[in-house]
């Protein structure tokens, strides 16, 4: 089946700092999801984007179906942006499962 | 509140008892999903139901799983004499099939959860 890496596994930053997150699949997609799963586990949608570039704020996310990754941005970190940041895709096939990433957790500090 | 809910939100039970989740998706969704996350990892896929109809069952679900969805409205998951193995989060999500591109727009909503520990 289709895998899906994300790098870098943990992050630490700064409130204000900005960061990117990047996701690598080793197939083609017809779908690709970013989500922040919040403490309380709760996942998040943040990007429905199988392909191109789309901005919500201060995050935006790009994906490049062609060379098979998508990169999630985050500018001017807030400590309410920590957790956990999952991609994750849709190879197709007759049951539109998504497979995750194991994930980036991201701390930001005061 | 319209997104999808799940029912409990934790559970706690002993090795050998049987639970049973509920999920209740976005209405007009006519897909839903099951997944298991265990600590550190991603979500995995359990199983996916289109209306009421069980279409794909992952390797992950033993004999021990069973999921319904009657008339292809809420879908509850049952686990039969659970084991400290199946202490996880279940996630319950939904879609609605685009129109004219079925397989083109498939963004899938999470519900909140539910925590199993099993003793």
């Known amino acids: 089946g289709i895998q899906v890496e994300q790098s870098p596994p943990d992050l630490i930053l700064q409130e204000g700092a900005n960061s990117t997150l990047r996701c690598n699949f080793s197939d083609s997609v017809n779908n690709l999801q970013w989500f922040h799963q919040n403490p309380w586990g709760q996942l998040i949608n943040l990007f429905y984007?199988?392909?191109g570039t789309k901005q919500n704020g201060r995050l935006s996310a790009t994906t490049v179906a062609t060379e098979r990754y998508s990169l999630l941005y985050i500018s001017s970190s807030q400590t309410t942006d920590s957790g956990v940041y999952f991609c994750?895709?849709?190879?197709?096939?007759?049951?539109?499962?998504?497979?995750f990433g194991k994930g980036t957790l991201l701390t930001v500090n005061p | 509140d319209t997104g999808v809910s799940q029912d409990p939100r934790h559970k706690i039970t002993k090795r050998g008892q049987n639970v049973t989740f509920r999920c209740d998706p976005i209405s007009e969704h006519n897909r839903l999903y099951w997944y298991r996350q265990t600590l550190g990892q991603g979500p995995e896929f359990l199983t996916y139901?289109?209306?009421?109809?069980?279409?794909?069952k992952s390797r992950l679900l033993s004999d021990r799983f069973s999921a319904e969805r009657p008339k292809g409205s809420f879908s509850t998951l049952e686990i039969q004499r659970t084991e400290q193995g199946d202490s996880a989060m279940y996630l319950c999500a939904s879609s609605l099939e685009g129109l004219g591109f079925p397989s083109l727009n498939n963004e899938q909503f999470f519900g909140p959860g539910t925590r199993l520990t099993v003793l």
């Open positions: 994750a895709v849709d190879s197709g096939g007759s049951n539109y499962k998504l497979t």
């Open positions: 139901f289109q209306n009421e109809a069980q279409l794909e």
């Open positions: 984007i199988p392909s």
